[in-house]
């Protein structure tokens, strides 16, 4: 029971965050970082309460680990959404984002000296071959949108569009190396997830100080939107603060219903769930808001999932599940 409550926490919370976030970044595309400022306060709020408890639990990982922890998970959600100002498509970002397992298996066996099976790299040439697919693709529809501008104008679009593409590769390595870290830091204290997604949100605020003009800024245009009348109490807001509090509040319900499956399911079903819901996120954004998505970037989506897929060894684990009760029947 629990398992399909958080399975449907991910997936509703997950592709309605994916709604409310475009929405916001349709509206004003330099949005990115009070969208991360206002889910940090919120989850860290509600981490200094219900975890922390105002204060009086003290932290089983010390504070000095998550101080680097947080330096990186701080770097990688603002570079994720600040790139999205350089003309970054929401459905690559996505499929960007997807790449994850490149970035974990570089840096694993670079720095932990892990070494994988054929299948394992097998599947990060197809996550590879379909996120350039996808890249490329994406890079001539930027060029074709600048051909209607002047020369000049075509060329400066297309260097933006490049500086969005280094700074989600930069993510994706920085979050690979976060990910090695925290799993160093399990294997010493224990896993204490909910501690960490308390510290990892609670400990960057202070940065945000770097970023307070262009917040404060979002905050007055945010404040000068359209009214629109909220269901229930019946008072009127700018329309962009309903879908900013419903895009903190979906990013909340994901992350819960993400960290509840951790603790009732095993590691291979986390990842097959959280791959399902992006690719449902992926199709939902492409359909309900029209993106751009020409055949070519359908083929380099199924190379990522299925990638994905060969990755998390989900067919030998149906294989084996099917063929159990056979085997157990021949043994009797």
């Known amino acids: 029971m629990n398992t399909v409550f958080a399975i449907s926490l991910v997936f509703l919370g997950c592709c309605s965050n994916v709604v409310f976030l475009e929405l916001l970044v349709r509206q004003f595309p330099g949005c990115g970082n009070i969208v991360t400022f206002a889910q940090f306060v919120f989850i860290a709020l509600e981490g200094f309460v219900f975890e922390a408890r105002f204060g009086r ?70 996550v590879s071959v379909g996120i350039f697919i996808c890249t490329i693709m994406s890079a001539k529809q930027v060029q074709s949108a600048g051909q209607e501008t002047s020369e000049e104008q075509g060329f400066c679009a297309f260097l933006h569009w490049l500086l969005g593409i280094a700074m989600l590769s930069f993510a994706l390595l920085m979050s ?39 917040i404060y800024n979002h905050c007055a245009l945010f404040s000068q939107t359209a009214p629109v009348e909220v269901p229930v109490i019946g008072v009127a807001v700018p329309v962009m603060w309903l879908y900013l509090l419903m895009n903190v509040i979906t990013q909340y319900v994901c992350i819960r219903g993400v960290f509840i499956l951790t603790t009732e399911c095993a590691s291979l079903t986390v990842t097959l769930v959280v791959t399902l819901r992006k690719f449902v996120s992926l199709i939902f954004s492409i359909l309900y808001f029209h993106n751009p998505f020409t055949g070519w970037h359908w083929f380099g989506t199924m190379f990522v999932f299925l990638g994905t897929l060969l990755y998390t060894e989900v067919w030998s684990s149906f294989r084996t599940a099917t063929q159990g009760p056979k085997d157990t029947k021949k043994a009797e």
């Open 57 to 126: 639990k003290k932290p089983a990982i010390p504070l000095r680990n998550y101080v680097i922890m947080v330096t990186m998970f701080f770097t990688v959600s603002v570079i994720n959404n600040y790139a999205l100002n350089f003309n970054i498509a929401m459905p690559l970002h996505m499929i960007f984002r997807s790449g994850s397992l490149i970035a974990n298996m570089i840096l694993g066996v670079v720095i932990l000296k892990k070494r994988y099976t054929k299948s394992k790299y097998l599947s990060i040439v197809l």
């Open 176 to 214: 690979a190396r976060m990910g090695i870290f925290q799993e160093t830091l399990y294997k010493q204290y224990g896993k204490h997830s909910k501690e960490a997604l308390f510290y990892n949100h609670c400990l960057p605020l202070p940065g945000f100080l770097l970023l307070a003009s262009d």
